[in-house]
T-cell receptor
Framework: QKEVEQNSGPLSVPEGAIASLNCTYS??????FFWYRQYSGKSPELIMS????GDKEDGRFTAQLNKASQYVSLLIRDSQPSDSATYLC???????????FGAGTRLFVKA | DVKVTQSSRYLVKRTGEKVFLECVQD?????MFWYRQDPGLGLRLIYF???????EKGDIPEGYSVSREKKERFSLILESASTNQTSMYLC???????????FGSGTRLTVV
């Protein structure tokens, strides 16, 4: 079992729809959770961080964390073609330097 | 705007060459990291440093070394480049352990 698992996609949604990206992790002591966006040929860019159970909203993005289920998700409202990218889920273990990345989900937003 | 700057965007080197990849950050971060990213393998940690002159091995340190003589600069060294080191190399920094990364723009290295 991979430490951080994501559906590789591609996930295709129409413009204006809600895109839902999901991630599960295996280490129960994980404490910090991140979503990165990576455009083709570019480096990852941090878009959301979440540390406690519940929802965290930032503009069109909402991160959701459920530690009991070891599940973190990213919702993108009013999806735009410019949101088309690979989204990487990443998890930090408690007290450590190590960040575990998922393989990423490719998102296509169709105009 | 905070920045992590990698000195080269594209590099082509010959097998056996010693290769230096440079990374500079302007955020006064203590923690700096080198990753490589390959299709199907994702991001893999090569080395990291949590302080000047300190270094720790990541998941795939073989064939690499690092140098951190100043807080803002973290260098990755390929001692004798091989074709299997052809990859995208990403430098990153972060302020605290629980924070996310700021990545540089990456260096696409091709070893021929």
């Amino acid at each position: 079992q991979k430490e951080v698992e994501q559906n590789s996609g591609p996930l295709s949604v129409p413009e204006g729809a809600i895109a839902s990206l999901n991630c599960t992790y295996s280490d129960r002591v994980s404490q910090s959770f991140f979503w990165y966006r990576q455009y083709s040929g570019k480096s990852p860019e941090l878009i959301m961080s979440i540390y406690s159970n519940g929802d965290k909203e930032d503009g069109r993005f909402t991160a959701q964390l459920n530690k009991a289920s070891q599940y973190v998700s990213l919702l993108i409202r009013d999806s735009q073609p410019s949101d088309s990218a690979t989204y990487l889920c990443a998890v930090n273990r408690a007290g450590g330097f190590k960040t575990i990345f998922g393989a990423g989900t490719r998102l296509f937003v169709k105009a | 705007d905070v920045k992590v700057t990698q000195s080269s965007r594209y590099l082509v080197k010959r097998t056996g060459e010693k290769v230096f990849l440079e990374c500079v950050q302007d955020m006064d971060h203590e923690n700096m990291f080198w990753y490589r990213q390959d299709p199907g393998l994702g991001l893999r940690l090569i080395y990291f440093s949590y302080d000047v002159k300190m270094k720790e091995k990541g998941d795939i340190p073989e064939g690499y070394s690092v140098s951190r003589e100043k807080k803002e600069r973290f260098s990755l060294i390929l001692e004798s480049a091989s074709t299997n080191q052809t990859s995208m190399y990403l430098c990153a920094s972060k302020g605290g352990l629980s924070y996310g990364y700021t990545f540089g723009s990456g260096t696409r290295l091709t070893v021929v």
